[in-house]
């Protein structure tokens, strides 16, 4: 009861500013070819699309297979806009973390907090590498 209650509240969170003011809204696609984790929920590998929203305070709907999950990034700003539209992920073996998502042109992108699992991978000194997938832009 409680999971429901939180999951209310923050689709309610979420939603609020929609209701106060526009939004702007992008599309990401990227064919992901193995299953990655995002907030602690493992998507399935195939096209994932992602959707930024939010003037203030961004949030993704993240969607890949027949899953999907809402998650509230940190924004990160550079001083040079991004050459290109890409996924970042955290590789530790055979398992992968969203952790960075850019559009082509732009100078802010968003970065993921790490969740509990990678955390705990991050802890038992898992050798960690990048994964770098290209993606597309509407």
């Known amino acids: 009861m409680k999971k429901h209650a939180a999951t ?3 689709l309610a969170l ?3 500013p929609g209701l106060v003011n ?3 809204r992008h599309v990401i696609k990227a064919d992901v070819p193995f299953a990655f984790v995002v907030n602690g929920k493992t998507m399935p590998a195939g096209e994932c699309t992602i959707e930024t929203r939010g003037d203030g305070t961004p949030y993704l709907w993240i969607s890949s297979g027949n899953q999907g999950l809402f998650a509230i990034p940190h924004r990160s700003d550079s001083l040079k806009p991004s050459d290109e539209t890409k996924l970042v992920f955290n590789r530790y ?4 973390f969203l952790s960075e998502i850019s559009r082509e042109g732009e ?3 968003y970065q993921l907090p790490a969740g509990k699992l990678e955390r705990e991978l991050r802890a038992q ?3 960690q590498s990048s994964v770098t997938l ?3 832009a509407e």
């Not at 073996?93 to 992968?96: A, C, I, K, L």
């Open 8 to 10: 209310l509240l923050i």
């Open 14 to 16: 979420v939603a609020l």
């Open 22 to 24: 526009a939004q702007s």
């Open 93 to 96: 073996g055979d398992r992968y």
């Open 107 to 109: 100078s802010r992108g």
């Open 125 to 127: 000194n898992v050798a």
């Open 134 to 136: 290209l993606a597309s």
